[in-house]
Structure formats: C-alpha cells, structure tokens
C-alpha cells in the first residue's frame, strides 16, 4: 500500500487543516490530539511521509524520538 498524501496528518503539514501546534522543528510536528486520552495527550509526527512506525525511515523514527526525548519534561510541567 502507498503512501496517502491526503491522509489528514499530511494535510495538517501542508497547513490545509487546523491543527494546534506545541512544537516544530525541521523533521518533526508535535500538535494537540483533538480526542486526548489525558491532559498530556500530544502528537508527534514526522514531516517525512509514512504509513506506520514500520514503514518510516530509521532517521525519522530517531527523530520523533529525540523530539518526544526533549520536549516531554516542559510538556508536563505545562500541563
């Protein structure tokens, strides 16, 4: 199966929906989940195109880590 350009997170990327951002850098997006599991609840993507944590490239899975990695401790002083 391809990948799904019109998938909604593609669409929150290219800035075709609304989406609250909590933070961006250059290979990842960390946005408010519009149906949180918990005050906390955030998500983190890549802006690399991929299916599911099988399909992303090794770099880009490295980077939603470190990113989850960095802003986790502030995330949940805020919240």
Aim: glycine residues 6%; negative net charge.
């Amino acid at each position: 199966m391809a990948y799904d350009d019109q998938n909604v997170f593609a669409k929150i990327l290219r800035g075709e929906l609304p989406a609250h951002k909590v933070h961006e850098d250059e290979r990842t997006l960390v946005i408010m989940d519009i149906m949180p599991r918990g005050d906390e609840h955030v998500l983190v993507i890549p802006k690399a195109p991929s299916r599911n944590i099988l399909d992303i490239a090794p770099g880009d899975l490295a980077a939603v880590y470190e990113t989850v990695r960095r802003i986790s401790p502030g995330l949940m002083k805020a919240f």
